[in-house]
Nanobody
């Protein structure tokens, strides 16, 4: 059974920071790319950041320079560090991996940024 368990997030004022974590089980974590998506109210789910199995990171333009994705292959965990948060970052955030031919998702973590 593949499981992605998220933690972190919450509410913060604009300019603040939050960290999201996603711990996986049921897969050989080190072999797979890991991603964070987000979905704002009434919006489509958006890819925010991806870290490859080799550790290379890519970001959507709107978060470059503010968000950092990282992975820990010992603890099978991927983190998203979010700095200089803006109200537009308000969304439910999901971790994701594609393994064994399927997309697997975390349970979702709300992030609310107030102005």
């Amino acid at each position: 059974q593949v499981r992605l368990a998220q933690s972190g997030g919450g509410s913060v004022e604009a300019g603040g920071s939050l960290r999201l974590s996603c711990t996986t089980s049921g897969i050989n974590f080190r072999l797979y790319d890991m991603s964070w998506y987000r979905q704002g109210a009434g919006e489509q789910r958006e890819l925010v950041a991806t870290i490859s199995a080799g550790g290379s990171a890519t970001y959507v333009d709107s978060v470059k320079g503010r968000f950092t994705i990282s992975r820990d292959n010992v603890w099978n965990r991927v983190d998203l560090r979010m700095n200089s948060l803006k109200p537009d970052d308000t969304a439910v955030y999901y971790c994701n991996t594609r393994a064994r031919g399927f997309d697997w998702w975390g349970q979702g973590t709300p992030v609310t940024v107030s102005s």
